[in-house]
């Protein structure tokens, strides 16, 4: 029997919510917090059970402590942008309160993001004796613990990970993002980079790409090679090492639009003056394109993420790979949210589990392939992402 305090009502945050009130012996209590306490009140309409909803700044520390101490919850659960990621560790610190979230800390004016800002958190929390899980959602999130399930039952050695990120869905819109547009452009047009041999190597954006054939008769899509923060922890995490990737697809028509928008400005995260005011075009961007929940209901198809490990069991090599299919149209019927946010949702929900059950605890600041992955596999099956694995001949 817990109390948890859920900071983000976008579309994850609604996948989130749902899910969590389905298990009122572990989160017996929900509270829901974000800048519009309307989109809050909206999620929880959705719910079975009543859910408390607030209204939070979470840029505003002394606000997110006011709230913590208000609420007194067991975990704050971040759903949030990843700018404020910061600030919300920071409010944990400061009320001694466990923290998780689904992706790493980047800052709003810099299009890079790196574990080492919150990993810098580790002695306090120690010290505090609250735990951190940090990257809860799928890429990072199930992937790292798709890895760690292979180390442990697999391979006596993992050489090689390339984690592959596919949507063969489709919303019918000339140009749209299926999560956050700022988060995901920042992203998608930063510089790829890869850990090879003890070292990061840089690629320019999408410059490197191949075709990979989906499992299950999904059919082939060109994926491209980017930087994605679950490789900078495994790279610290999982031991013998060699090489690891991260590849997500797009299509033709996806990036041409990318390509002109970048070539136009549109694209920048620095502020230019207009009519005597200063803007950002990428978030002015943000207020044109469609609202990504606003495609649930317009998305067929399916997703497919997971990973490609080259290894070494008993003496001899081993080519695996694991992974999920998530069907849209099947995740909107279920939460009203196509299958991005449901598949970053349901593992945010199976961290928080893992943590209130303490099925995994510590204090300090963890990434998800530093515990015992087996309770996570066999939760991912029973809330709505069963994975499958195939041993592999090159």
Not at 1 to 12: E, H, P, Q
Not at 71 to 76: E, R, S
Request: net charge negative.
């Amino acid at each position: 029997m817990s109390k948890v305090l859920i900071i983000g009502a976008g579309g994850v945050g609604s996948v989130v919510v749902q899910k969590c009130a389905l298990l009122p012996d572990v989160f017996s209590e929900i509270v829901l917090a974000s800048r519009t306490k309307s989109k809050c009140d909206a999620i929880a309409a959705l719910c079975s059970r009543p859910i408390e909803t607030a209204q939070l700044d979470a840029d505003n520390v002394p606000e997110l402590i006011a709230l913590i101490q208000r609420v007194k919850p067991d975990l704050v659960m971040n759903i949030a942008l990843p700018y404020q990621d910061l600030h919300i560790m920071d409010a944990c610190l400061a009320t001694g309160v466990d923290y998780m979230d689904t992706a790493n800390y980047e800052p709003p004016d810099e299009a890079r993001f790196c574990y080492r800002w919150q990993w810098d958190y580790q002695d306090r929390f120690k010290e505090k004796g609250i735990m951190a899980l940090l990257g809860s959602g799928f890429d990072p999130g199930v992937t790292s613990v798709f890895c760690s399930w292979a180390q442990k039952h697999h391979f006596d050695e993992i050489h090689e990970i390339d984690i592959i990120d596919c949507n063969a869905g489709s919303h019918g819109q000339p140009f749209a993002t299926n999560f956050n547009p700022e988060i995901n452009i920042r992203e998608v047009t930063a510089k790829g980079r890869y850990w090879e041999k003890g070292q990061w190597i840089e690629t320019a954006p999408l410059s490197v790409k191949q075709e990979f054939e989906m499992p299950e008769n999904l059919g082939k899509l060109n994926i491209y090679l980017m930087y994605h923060e679950e490789l900078e922890s495994l790279a610290a995490h999982i031991p013998h090492l060699k090489k690891a990737r991260f590849w997500m697809s797009f299509s033709d028509n996806y990036l041409k639009h990318l390509e002109v928008l970048g070539n136009i400005g549109m694209t920048r995260i620095d502020p230019v003056t207009f009519n005597g005011q200063e803007i950002i075009p990428l978030k002015f961007l943000k207020a044109l394109l469609p609202d990504p929940g606003s495609l649930g209901p317009l998305t067929t198809g399916k997703t497919c993420i997971g990973c490609r490990i080259k290894g070494i069991k008993d003496g001899k090599e081993r080519l695996y790979y694991i992974y999920n299919i998530c069907d849209h149209a099947a995740c909107y019927a279920e939460v009203s949210s196509q299958a991005i946010s449901y598949t970053t949702g349901v593992p945010a929900m199976i961290g928080a589990k893992m943590m209130l059950t303490q099925q995994w605890k510590g204090s300090g600041v963890f990434n998800m392939e530093q515990f015992d992955p087996d309770p996570f596999m066999d939760a991912l099956k029973q809330y709505g992402l069963p994975w499958k694995e195939v041993f592999l001949s090159e």
